[in-house]
């Protein structure tokens, strides 16, 4: 290891960051049958559905809604976390072939998960597999990037690779065309990041105009972003106060300096251009800065309680309400048969409701039991 390696490995304060896992958990209510409900709200009672709605759909290329913040908040959140789990495993076992292996373990386990949840694993059809093309492979991406980083690299040059990343995936994007193309193409069709993706995956490509190859270098960047925020939750040397500040200050930062790029970068969820990472981040930032403020300082927490069972156990809530289905089950099933009994928006609403309500109550049961799926 790096003997600069910018890690302490002073055991960290035993008791947990309520703020992280409410977070995360927040994130996580939307991809688990929280927007079904919001939607079916909105419905029913004749609200501003339309807006709503649009803001829990991606983009459909050049933008920004609500719902594109959830895989990079997901993302973010993972390298938050890294610097605490670093430094506590750094402090148990230092042994350089045993956080290697804890590494790749994590890095495969992700990308298991991922290809079994939209990477046609289940199908046990290898001609049909999908190698990349999940959320989940690319947080295993941006985690593999960040603890290389984290291990070898001064504080000084996690920065500096971090800025080169970015501009790097910039140059390449904006100065490469795919053959038969243009540079600076950022079209779903003919940007090089497609078509890296392509030749490299062949059949194995996703069919997606999603960029995860060229992506993961951003990926990288994203993860680090989170990095850099749990480093300074984890600095006794400064006040609540400074770290509150801070955070949000960097966020402000980051949104300003996407919004000054965007005309020459433009902001693409799809291909995870380097103005979209500072977006995301930037406002991952302020979120983080809100809830640790509310909940860790001012100890505002009981209302928290309700993200921190999701956010706990934020991959079992992944993996069972997508590989599993595991609310609509339980939950949407039972009360379906009532639907012909209520109005049609009404009826919607409680499906739905009961849906995550038994997705819920499963992760709260786990979180009772102290089980946790952890990679």
């Known amino acids: 290891m790096h003997q600069n390696a910018p890690v302490s490995t002073a055991a960290p304060k035993k008791e947990r960051l309520m703020s992280i896992d409410a977070l995360r958990g927040f994130d996580m209510l939307w991809i688990i049958g929280g927007e079904s409900v919001v939607l079916s709200f909105t419905k029913w009672v004749g609200g501003p559905s339309g807006f709503v709605g649009a803001q829990l759909e991606h983009v459909d290329w050049t933008g920004f809604h609500f719902y594109d913040l959830i895989m990079p908040l997901f993302m973010f959140l993972a390298g938050v976390s890294l610097p605490f789990s670093l430094a506590s495993r750094l402090a148990k076992d230092p042994s350089f072939f045993r956080l290697w292996g804890h590494l790749l373990k994590r890095v495969a386990l992700l990308w298991i998960f991922g290809m079994a949840v939209q990477g046609n694993l289940f199908s046990w059809d290898p001609a049909a597999w999908e190698y990349y093309s999940n959320t989940l492979q690319a947080i295993a991406a941006g985690y593999l990037i960040a603890m290389v980083l984290c291990m070898y690299c001064t504080t000084v040059a996690q920065w500096v690779i971090s800025i080169l990343l970015l501009l790097v995936t910039w140059i390449i994007f904006a100065s490469v065309a795919a053959p038969g193309g243009r540079p600076g193409d950022y079209s779903p069709d003919g940007n090089i990041g497609i078509w ?67 005309p020459f970068h433009p902001i693409i969820k799809h291909l995870w251009t380097g103005s979209f990472v500072l977006l995301s981040g930037g406002l991952c930032l302020l979120l983080l800065a809100l809830f640790y403020w509310i909940i860790d300082v001012r100890g505002w927490k009981k209302w928290s309680y309700f993200f921190v069972v999701i956010g706990a156990n934020a991959i079992a809530a992944y993996l069972l309400s997508h590989i599993w289905n595991i609310g609509n089950v339980l939950g949407g099933r039972v009360f379906g048969h009532i639907g012909h009994l209520l109005p049609g928006d009404l009826a919607d609403l409680i499906k739905a409701a009961a849906s995550f309500g038994a997705l819920w109550l499963i992760l709260w049961y786990l979180y009772r039991q102290r089980v946790f799926l952890k990679v």
């Open 196 to 262: 890296l993706d392509k030749f490299i995956l062949r059949s194995h490509q996703d069919g997606t105009p999603y960029v995860w190859i060229l992506g993961s270098l951003n990926f990288g960047v994203t993860t680090m972003m989170g990095v850099f925020a749990g480093r300074c939750l984890r600095n006794k040397n400064m006040t609540d106060f400074r770290k509150t500040r801070l955070l949000a200050g960097s966020g402000a930062i980051a949104i300003g300096l996407a919004f000054a790029w965007a």
